[in-house]
T-cell receptor
Framework: GAVVSQHPSRVICKSGTSVKIECRSL??????MFWYRQFPKQSLMLMAT?????????EQGVEKDKFLINHASLTLSTLTVTSAHPEDSSFYIC?????????????FGPGTRLTVL | DAKTTQPPSMDCAEGRAANLPCNHS???????VYWYRQIHSQGPQYIIH???NNETNEMASLIITEDRKSSTLILPHATLRDTAVYYC????????????FGSGTKLNVKP
C-alpha cells in the first residue's frame, strides 16, 4: 500500500516550453501533496504544498507563476513548469500524505528528471 | 521545525549493524523524529518515526535518548541494497505536514 506514482519519469524539453508533471496516489486519498526539487548532490528542497480544492502554498523564494500547481482530486496533483529554462533542470519529486493513516506519514513518488536544453 | 545534524557519510560492512546518529538538540515536546532514505535517483522511502519511545519495524529500529536531543537509526543487518542517503527529519505532528530535509548521511555498505 501507500504507493505514489509520477509521470513522466524523465522529460527533455526546449527552453521556453512548458512541462507538466503528474503525481498520483494509487491506493489512498491525499488531501495534501507536496512538491520538492533536488539538484545534483544536494538535498530535497520543499517547493510548495498542494491542497485539494484550494490554492497551493509556496515556500519562500519559489515563484508561483513559474511553477503552477493544481490539485484537482484526492489522488492527483500536477506541477507545470512554465517557460522552462536550463536552470530549471532538476529532479522533481512529489509526496502525498495519507489522510487515513494514523502515522501521518508522507509517501514519495519516484521522481521526474527534467532536462531543459 | 527543529534543525537536525547528521554526519555526512558512514561506512558499514555487509551483514553488520549500521548505526546512524542524528542530533536534534532544539527539538520541542510535540515534534516527532522521522527517518527516510533515498537510494540514488529515486524518491525517498519512509523507514520509521517516533516521539519518545524506541520503535522497531521490519526495516529498522529507532532509539531516542531520554532527553530527546538525539536519536540513532539502527539497520540490524546491513546489505548492499541499504547503500543510500539517510535523512533524519524532525517535525511537529500536523504542522501543515511539511518535511524539511537536511543534508543527510550517505551510508556506504561494503562487501
Amino acid at each position: 500500500g501507500a504507493v505514489v506514482s509520477q509521470h513522466p519519469s524523465r522529460v527533455i524539453c526546449k527552453s521556453g516550453t512548458s512541462v507538466k508533471i503528474e503525481c498520483r496516489s494509487l491506493d489512498f486519498q491525499a488531501t495534501t501533496m507536496f512538491w520538492y526539487r533536488q539538484f545534483p548532490k544536494q538535498s530535497l528542497m520543499l517547493m510548495a504544498t498542494s491542497n485539494e480544492g484550494s490554492k497551493a502554498t509556496y515556500e519562500q523564494g519559489v515563484e508561483k507563476d513559474k511553477f503552477l500547481i493544481n490539485h484537482a482530486s484526492l489522488t492527483l496533483s500536477t506541477l507545470t513548469v512554465t517557460s522552462a529554462h536550463p536552470e530549471d533542470s532538476s529532479f522533481y519529486i512529489c509526496s502525498a500524505r495519507d489522510r487515513t493513516a494514523s502515522t501521518d506519514t508522507q509517501y514519495f513518488g519516484p521522481g521526474t528528471r527534467l532536462t531543459v536544453l | 521545525d527543529a534543525k537536525t545534524t547528521q554526519p555526512p557519510s558512514m561506512d558499514c560492512a555487509e551483514g553488520r549493524a549500521a548505526n546512524l546518529p542524528c542530533n536534534h538538540s532544539t527539538i520541542s515536546g510535540n515534534e516527532y523524529v522521522y527517518w527516510y532514505r533515498q537510494i540514488h535517483s529515486q524518491g525517498p522511502q519512509y523507514i520509521i518515526h517516533g516521539l519518545k519511545n524506541n520503535e522497531t519495524n521490519e526495516m529498522a529500529s529507532l532509539i531516542i535518548t531520554e532527553d530527546r536531543k538525539s536519536s540513532t537509526l539502527i539497520l540490524p543487518h546491513a546489505t548492499l541494497r541499504d547503500t543510500a542517503v539517510y535523512y533524519c527529519i524532525v517535525r511537529a505532528l500536523y504542522n501543515f505536514n511539511k518535511f524539511y530535509f537536511g543534508s543527510g548521511t550517505k551510508l556506504n555498505v561494503k562487501p
